[in-house]
């Protein structure tokens, strides 16, 4: 059997059921389980980079000649959810004292150093101000928590309107 590097293979050609599309029908754990979904569409993610770096030209992900390909996909993700296989919502527990002290015991919190000092920053923004992503943090300023009731007296609260989806 002859062996074609895929970045050889015209789109018309890699998009059919032989190809891209065939690989997403087919493609198994080693254990003969689906993929989940996030697993599934890296793969797909990687064998496009994978073919930039060729200077394939085309991208699977974006371009129309694949269509057929991300229809496939699309389709596959979809069932895959109904079958269970997307991500499971992980309960979080609330930190305890506990678990706190043992974070500054370990010297994970604290302010002996600028890494313990942006952990516990990061800590309490979490905690008290809900923030869940780096980029709130980023783009936190001064005035976006201190604030001033009606006889100037100065609080700190976050009142800046969210960014992120709120998960319920």
């Not at 005035?143 to 969210?162: F, H, K, M, P, W």
Request: charged share 25%; aromatic share 8%.
């Amino acid at each position: 059997m002859i062996q074609i590097k895929y970045e050889f293979i015209p789109p018309c050609d890699l998009n059919t059921v032989q190809h891209i599309s065939h690989f997403i029908l087919s493609v198994r754990n080693k254990g003969g389980d689906e993929f989940k979904p996030l697993s599934l569409r890296g793969m797909i993610s990687s064998i496009d980079r994978c073919l930039r770096t060729k200077s394939y030209g085309v991208s699977i992900i974006n371009d129309i000649k694949f269509h057929k390909s991300r229809s496939v996909l699309k389709m596959k993700l979809k069932n895959l959810k109904k079958l269970g296989k997307g991500n499971k919502l992980r309960a979080s527990r609330p930190v305890s004292d506990h678990d706190l002290q043992k974070m500054y015991e370990a010297q994970t919190l604290g302010d002996d150093n600028p890494t313990d000092h942006i952990h516990s920053m990061w800590l309490i923004f979490t905690m008290h101000f809900e923030m869940r992503t780096g980029k709130e943090t980023h783009n936190l300023q001064w005035g976006d928590i201190l604030q001033v009731d009606d006889s100037s007296q100065e609080y700190n609260a976050y009142n800046t309107e969210r960014q992120t989806k709120t998960r319920t």
